[in-house]
């Protein structure tokens, strides 16, 4: 593939495109963000909630047991079955035999490597290389488009710092969404 391209990033992909334009404008037309995260959510987030903060890093002690355990150590109804392997939750988007695949490699160790290193450092390390390329990108088309989430004022003042990131930035609101719009 050959630049520019337009870059459309979900989630945690939004640091990600945010990063490339950051370091490779030139070579960007556009970018969509599609309910992205910032990378300063978990910073304001455990700021206004120091106990959240403290939760998290439970959480990514717990994640590390994961790794700890053989397959054979997911029993269906466990603790440590619901921590590692119940993604996705059986919410009946999938086909069941989607969701028994999905579970079996979400017990696989590369699977979960990959998932709890993503978990661990999108909120600091990942988020402070997108903070110390942080530029202007000009014109560059640019969209944000998230859910509706009135509980989560940080998350649209947030959304709109990144459109304002260039001068032809916009937001999209999506009402009755979810984070997979």
């Not at 969509?32 to 995260?37: G, R, T």
């Not at 910032?38 to 994961?66: M, N, T, V, W």
């Not at 017990?107 to 999108?122: K, P, V």
């Amino acid at each position: 593939l050959r630049p520019p391209f337009v870059l459309v990033g979900h989630s945690m992909g939004g640091l990600n495109i945010k990063l490339f334009a950051e370091l490779h404008p030139s070579e960007v037309a556009g970018l969509v963000f599609v309910d992205p995260a910032h990378e300063d959510i978990a910073k304001r987030g455990f700021e206004l909630d120091p106990e959240a903060g403290r939760q998290y890093s439970l959480y990514l002690d717990r994640l590390h047991d994961c790794l700890t355990s053989k397959p054979s150590d997911f029993i269906p109804g466990s603790s440590l079955y619901h921590t590692c392997a119940s993604r996705p939750p059986n919410s009946g988007r999938y086909s069941d035999a989607i969701n028994v695949l999905e579970r079996q490699r979400s017990t696989r160790h590369e699977h979960l490597f990959a998932w709890i290193s993503e978990q661990a450092n999108a909120a600091y390390l990942s988020s402070d290389q997108v903070r110390a390329a942080h530029r202007d990108l000009g014109d560059i088309p640019l969209i944000v488009v998230y859910r509706q989430d009135s509980r989560n004022q940080i998350g649209a003042e947030l959304n709109a710092d990144t459109a304002k990131m260039s001068t032809r930035g916009s937001i999209r609101v999506v009402e009755n969404s979810s984070h997979y719009i």
